[in-house]
């Protein structure tokens, strides 16, 4: 069944939302509301899709450009209510065949029911279908108006709502087929003597039916599909809703979630079968999770790629690479372009930055690894920093195989240790260390004999000293 067109309002001014980002680019689950629509739509396959911009028109533009560069835009200038979008919409359009309209602000929207409404549309020959849902708490939609046969006879603002009206529970989800043809006959005719004084596409409806179209109301079970977002208490509650069918799918698909009220996947991841989500776990991005990774509790990836076996424990980490079998955490922090090989550890307290960690190689305790190129089976002591700030410009460092980076190492870049090197603890390293040598670079102790009792007398430290055993020994 091919469908013609695809119109998707997105020029309103979202006064409610007060921010300064358009409505349609606030997100949830990853993705901008706009975005959501657009992927419902994309199952469609519609031959053209436009979307009217007007607020924030460069913002949304630049998005669109970004996430679905076919689209074509139609500019609203000045907000004259959704039936004024759509006329604009249509302006310079050939009507044929069957167009879609939506708003920008309905995320929820599934393609599955978009594709359930085109199909009663065409199978019923109909002028127009809309598609409705029955809310607990209808406040702020437009209701839906049946006549004595059940029939849809037109649709009325909350602010154009009687009593009586305003009772209803069913309605408008501002999504609608229409024939093409038809619409393009009929939206000349709106006039804007109501509450908004806008032009509202809802009233098209009423048009067509007068003009003797036969219109279909279809209400959908899951009314949470049609939930607007106009304020930011509706985009928490969507939030809330994408999170649970997010998570429900991936619960379904084999992931084990321990608690998906804490578990937020942003709906661009991909995370396989076997895959463990523990309490307080946010997943964003493109990530991608293979089998038998368990990822928390509390641990935040955004844009990550994350093999088989691995574990992140409490750990943040952005556009990073985690290895097979690799373990992360707890409170690590891992930045862009951090690649850990198979096997590989980054341990408690450490930090990276563009650098690679070869396959065996760890990173156990509390050490910053900037800018980094480490082999493989080597390992940093606790407290290591890769110096690679000269307070102008960065620089690397290059650690070979299996080589002992000595604890509280400071190793200045640009520097290489050679494969098989050593640096003793508490070295400053600023020459290269050849491989199989050990690089020192640290002052020799000496200890100053008796200085506690000369210099710190009556103190506890001279008591411990003066009857500690050995401390009549000349230096
Ligand atoms: C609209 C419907 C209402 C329905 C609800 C569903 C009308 C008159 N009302 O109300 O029946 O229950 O959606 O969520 O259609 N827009 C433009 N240009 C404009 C005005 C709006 O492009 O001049 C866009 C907005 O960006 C938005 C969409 O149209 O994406 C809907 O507008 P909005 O103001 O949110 O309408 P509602 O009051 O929610
Ligand atoms: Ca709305």
């Not at 996430?67 to 835009?73: D, F, G, M, R, Y």
């Not at 809330?240 to 009220?261: C, F, Q, W, Y």
């Amino acid at each position: 069944m091919s469908l013609d067109t695809v119109v998707i309002l997105a020029a309103g001014e979202g006064t409610r939302m007060k921010s300064q980002t358009p409505k349609v680019l606030h997100s949830i689950a990853g993705r901008s509301l706009l975005g959501h629509v657009l992927a419902a739509c994309e199952t469609l396959n519609p031959q053209q899709l436009r979307v009217v911009v007007g607020s924030g028109r460069e913002k949304v533009e630049a998005h669109l450009k970004e996430i679905a560069p076919k689209v074509t835009t139609v500019f609203q200038e000045h907000r004259g209510g959704t039936g004024h979008a759509a006329q604009l919409a249509l302006a310079d359009l050939t009507p044929q065949g069957t167009i879609l309209i939506l708003a920008g602000d309905t995320p929820m929207l599934t393609g599955e029911s978009l594709a359930q409404l085109l199909e009663g549309h065409h199978a019923g020959g109909f002028t127009a279908s809309v598609l409705t849902a029955e809310h607990p708490d209808p406040t702020g939609y437009g209701r839906i108006i049946r006549g004595d046969d059940g029939s849809l006879v037109r649709i009325v603002e909350e602010k154009d709502a009687d009593e009586f009206e305003k009772a209803i529970e069913e309605v408008n989800s501002g999504v609608y087929a229409f024939d093409a043809v038809k619409l393009a006959g009929a939206i000349g005719k709106l006039r804007n003597d109501n509450a908004q004084g806008e032009l509202y596409l809802t009233d098209v409806i009423e048009i067509l039916r007068n003009d003797g179209g036969k219109i279909a109301a279809v209400c959908i079970d899951d009314f949470t599909e049609t939930l607007g977002v106009n304020d930011r208490v509706q985009l928490a509650e969507a939030e809330a809703l994408l999170r649970d069918r997010t998570n429900e799918k991936l619960m379904r698909s084999g992931v084990t979630i321990v608690d998906p009220t804490t578990t937020w996947v942003s709906v661009e991841a991909t995370i396989a079968q076997d895959v463990t989500l523990l309490p307080g776990t946010v997943i964003g991005g493109k990530s991608t999770i293979a089998t038998g990774a368990v990822i928390g509790p509390r641990s935040y990836l955004v844009d990550c790629t994350v093999a088989s076996g691995a574990e992140v424990k409490e750990s943040h980490a952005t556009s990073a690479v985690i290895g097979e079998n690799a373990s992360v955490g707890p409170f690590t922090y891992l930045r862009p372009g951090t690649n850990l090989g198979a096997n590989t550890r980054a341990g408690a307290f450490v930090e990276m930055k563009n650098a690679t960690l070869g396959d065996g190689s760890k990173v156990p305790h509390l050490s910053y690894v900037g800018d980094a190129t480490i082999g493989e089976g080597s390992n940093i002591g606790a407290a290591t920093i890769f110096v690679n700030y000269d307070g102008v410009e960065k620089h690397h460092t290059t650690v070979g195989d299996h080589v002992r980076i000595g604890s509280d190492s400071m190793l200045v870049a640009p520097v290489t240790i050679g494969d098989g090197a050593y640096t003793a603890a508490g070295s400053v390293i600023t020459e290269d260390v050849p491989a199989g040598a050990m690089g020192v670079g640290r002052a020799k102790q000496r200890n100053v004999i008796g200085w506690v009792l000369r210099k710190r007398p009556g103190t506890k430290s001279a008591e411990a000293a003066a009857s500690a055993p050995s401390t009549d020994q000349e230096g």
